[in-house]
């Protein structure tokens, strides 16, 4: 399984308490939020939805970001992921009704440099 070859341990949609300090925190509505949604639909399900939720320690979250940037393999060995997978994972969709920044799970709007 990836998330085990990868030694991803704590990837999880209901963080425990003791695992939510590990997680980096995000803003919501002018709030902290530590390993808890922010979407109103998965939030109707338990905090388990494909939309949202799935919550990770910095060092996991690093782990499955080293595959990304390296096209699906990690330190040139075994391939997880074929690179249009991760074309697919990271390019913006376009031809939306409004002005969207998204790929399939990340945001793509560019951090500019200060």
Known sequence: M????????NISFTPTEAEKIH????IFRNKYL????MSNISELYGGVAGNAGLFAPVT?????MRLMLNRGQISGDRRYYDESAVDKFTSKVNGMKYNNTRAMGFDTVPIEAD
């Open 2 to 9: 990836l998330m085990t070859e990868l030694g991803l341990r």
């Open 23 to 26: 997680i980096p925190p995000t």
């Open 34 to 37: 530590q390993g808890s949604v």
């Open 60 to 64: 996991d979250v690093l782990k499955f």
